[in-house]
């Protein structure tokens, strides 16, 4: 764990969307930064479809998100259950 500086109006975003959406303000930054860091791996697939994937990695077992941003593959079982969310996207 670390300490990550962001800027004020940042910081006000995170603590609007997480009262909004009842997550805390490190919850919600971290949602923001996963969803950001698989549309940077997968840029074929919107927002929609990186949700389904998550929600199928997290049914699966989850998925290692530092292996994937290192250029790791998905592996095995779990490729084959998160292959349809990712539409063929590897």
């Known amino acids: 764990m ?3 500086k962001i800027s004020d109006p940042m910081h ?4 609007l969307a997480s ?3 009842s997550r805390s303000i490190n919850a919600q930054a971290e949602h923001w930064m996963r969803i950001g860091l698989l ?4 840029p ?3 927002h929609r479809e990186i949700c389904r994937l998550l929600i199928r990695a997290e049914q699966s077992g ?5 292996a994937l941003a290192a250029g790791g593959e998905l592996s095995g079982a779990r490729e ?6 990712l539409g063929g996207v590897q």
């Open 2 to 4: 670390g300490i990550v």
């Open 12 to 15: 006000e975003s995170l603590r």
């Open 19 to 21: 009262q909004a959406l």
């Open 39 to 42: 549309s940077e791996l997968y």
């Open 44 to 46: 074929d697939l919107d």
């Open 62 to 66: 989850g998925v290692d998100l530092l």
């Open 80 to 85: 084959a259950k998160l292959k349809p969310a």
